[in-house]
């Protein structure tokens, strides 16, 4: 454990946004299963419902530093071609 005060404050800080990041992380993983369910049971209407639930949720996590825009732009990206392709 750190000694001085502004590296316990950074200590905690840590755990703090650790515990938020994997939390983010979780929602943005559960947004992406969902639509691969729904491709994956070849339901277009459902593929459709969850990909448009699943954007802001990976937007979301790139806005708040999760991963970089460029990575959830392809995501978002790539599932839509699937969802189209239904």
Known sequence: ??????AQKRARQSIVR???NAARRSRVRTAIRKVEEALASGD??????ALRAAQPEIVRGAKKGLYHMKRASR???????RVKSL
């Open 75 to 81: 995501k978002i990206s790539r599932l839509a071609t």
């Open 18 to 20: 650790t515990q938020r």
């Open 44 to 49: 277009a209407k459902l593929a459709q419902d």
């Open 1 to 6: 454990m750190a000694n001085i005060r502004s």
